[in-house]
């Protein structure tokens, strides 16, 4: 039977199995003792039936006859109506006859004492049973959570017999080839990050030089107003195309785990006013208003750096996705359960399509009248506010604006 491969089990029906013919052994044994007991105390009446009698005068030798001899029906009928009318019968309580209440007392409590001690026995072999597979499972538990926590070394005991064991191997065999995912996926991940940063490096050298040479253009003031609208042209596009490659070779560092986070307390509204700063002269030449609202005593633990570049993201996003007049609200709040930031527009709103997909990497909306973002964006934001901690999250409705929200939690569940 398959059940009885494992060792425990097979201890646990041992000690079970030596239980039970102990108490086999036990209960003849009282049975013996019981029978012997019943033959002495019968003996004794006996005889004190006999010294009775003899102290009536019977002769010795019809006193013998009387426990030697045999008995017919009708003498044993003529002694129970003769008893009977002494009140001595079968309903005589057993109060009123010392013999057989001693008697009952005694082996009861011995039944009781023996049925008392092979229950326990029982119940600690179960007992001790319980707690070795408990045992075994907290072992168990704590080596899964030791390789969720990053130690992918630990493994099982799975050395013995039994279910558990060929459930470790099992697990063992999850874990081994979990590890050689991770394993694979960290070596993806340092490749992409190395050919990214490789690749941005390598551009930065000629996106530099076309900068200074269009500069340069600049200077001299052709006078040919074609040349200078294309130079003027060519200059914002270098321009974007060295956002895009920084804004990748941040990504892939960040998705490499390639970024260590100086965190720091800070006060959240230097942050947010550093973020708004960075898109006021633009918001007044379209004509858009930008508010910040934030207590100047909530602080945050975080990257200063970094989080600007989060939120200056996503303020980025609003303007491009607002019209003059519109508004654009940058909030900071706190509880005692976390810190929020909440950025809200009143623009044109995200399409429900679109609603799941807008920190997807890349992703370009159909709907989207904005033609030059690259999609980097608020996948950057997110993976830095995941880096924090935090989480993001986006509400929104066509024509009536989007609202980001941002949350750090301050409680960190054990």
């Given at each position: 039977m398959?059940?009885?491969?494992?060792?425990?089990?097979?201890?646990l029906?041992?000690?079970i199995?030596?239980?039970l013919?102990?108490?086999l052994l036990?209960?003849?044994?009282?049975v013996k003792l019981?029978?012997?007991?019943y033959k002495?105390?019968?003996?004794?009446h006996?005889?004190?039936l006999?010294?009775?009698?003899?102290?009536?005068g019977?002769?010795p030798h019809r006193i013998?006859?009387?426990?030697?001899a045999?008995?017919?029906g009708?003498?044993?009928a003529?002694?129970?109506?003769?008893?009977?009318?002494?009140a001595?019968?079968?309903d005589?309580?057993?109060s009123?006859?010392?013999?057989v209440a001693?008697?009952?007392?005694?082996?009861?409590?011995l039944?009781?004492?023996?049925?008392?001690?092979?229950?326990l026995?029982?119940?600690?072999?179960?007992?001790?049973?319980?707690?070795r597979?408990?045992?075994m499972?907290?072992r168990?538990?704590a080596?899964?959570?030791g390789?969720?926590?990053g130690d992918v070394k630990?493994?099982l005991?799975?050395?013995?017999?039994?279910?558990?064991?060929?459930?470790?191997?099992?697990i063992?065999?999850?874990?081994?080839?979990?590890t050689?995912?991770?394993?694979?996926?960290?070596?993806?991940?340092?490749?992409?990050?190395?050919?990214?940063?490789d690749?941005s490096?390598q551009?930065?050298?000629?996106l530099?030089a076309?900068?200074?040479?269009g500069e340069i253009?600049q200077d001299?003031?052709t006078?040919?107003?074609?040349?200078d609208?294309?130079?003027?042209?060519?200059?914002?596009e270098?321009?974007?195309?060295?956002?895009?490659?920084?804004?990748?070779l941040?990504?892939a560092r960040?998705?490499?785990?390639?970024?260590?986070?100086?965190?720091?307390?800070?006060p959240?509204r230097?942050?947010l006013?550093?973020?708004?700063?960075?898109?006021?002269?633009?918001?007044?030449l379209?004509?858009?208003?930008?508010v910040?609202?934030?207590?100047?005593?909530i602080?945050?633990n975080c990257?200063?750096e970094?989080?600007l570049?989060?939120?200056?993201n996503?303020?980025?996003?609003?303007l491009d996705?607002?019209?003059?007049?519109?508004?654009?609200e940058?909030?900071?709040?706190?509880?005692?359960?976390f810190?929020?930031?909440?950025?809200?527009?009143?623009?044109?709103?995200?399409h429900?399509?679109d609603i799941?997909?807008?920190?997807k990497?890349?992703?370009?909306s159909?709907?989207?009248?904005?033609?030059?973002?690259?999609?980097i964006?608020?996948?950057?934001?997110?993976?830095?506010v995941?880096?924090h901690?935090?989480?993001?999250?986006?509400e929104?409705?066509?024509?009536?604006g989007?609202?980001f929200?941002?949350?750090?939690?301050?409680?960190?569940?054990?």
């Open positions: 398959g059940i009885m491969v494992g060792k425990n089990i097979k201890l029906f041992a000690a199995a030596a239980i013919l102990g108490a036990a209960g003849q044994l009282t019981m029978a012997d007991d002495q105390r019968m003996l004794t006996d005889y004190e006999a010294g009775y009698l003899t102290e009536s019977l002769p013998a006859a009387l426990f030697t045999s008995k017919t009708e003498q044993a003529a002694g129970q109506r003769l008893l009977n009318g002494a001595y019968n079968g005589t309580p057993i009123l006859l010392p013999e001693g008697f009952q007392q005694k082996y009861a409590l039944l009781l004492a023996l049925s008392v001690c092979f229950g026995a029982l119940l600690t072999v179960l007992l001790l049973f319980i707690l597979q408990n045992a499972l907290k168990a538990n080596a899964l959570i390789f969720m926590e630990l493994r005991d799975d050395q013995a017999e039994g279910s558990f064991s060929r459930l470790f191997t099992s063992n065999m999850l874990a081994t080839s979990l050689a995912h991770i394993s694979r996926e960290r070596q993806n991940k340092e490749f992409l990050r190395d050919i990214i940063s690749i490096h551009l930065k050298t000629p530099a076309l900068l200074m040479y253009i001299e003031r006078g040919n107003d074609v040349v609208k294309f130079t003027s042209k060519s200059r914002r270098l321009l974007r195309m060295e956002h895009l490659i920084q804004s990748l941040k990504l960040l998705d490499a785990g390639a970024i260590a986070l100086e965190q720091a307390e800070q959240l230097a942050v006013e550093a973020a708004m700063q960075g898109f006021r002269t633009r918001a007044e379209e004509g858009k208003t930008v910040l609202t934030c207590r100047g005593d602080r945050l990257d200063k970094w989080l570049e989060a939120v200056s996503i303020v980025k996003n609003a996705h607002t019209e003059a007049g519109d508004k654009l940058i909030a900071g709040d706190e509880t005692p359960l810190t929020g930031i909440t950025i809200t527009d009143n623009g044109a709103g995200i429900p399509e799941h997909s807008v920190f990497r890349f992703y370009r159909r709907f989207s009248k904005d033609k030059q973002g690259a999609g964006g608020l996948t950057l934001s997110r993976s830095i995941e880096k901690g935090g989480t993001i999250t986006v929104s409705k066509l024509s009536k989007t609202i929200r941002i949350v750090f939690p301050k409680l960190t569940i054990l």
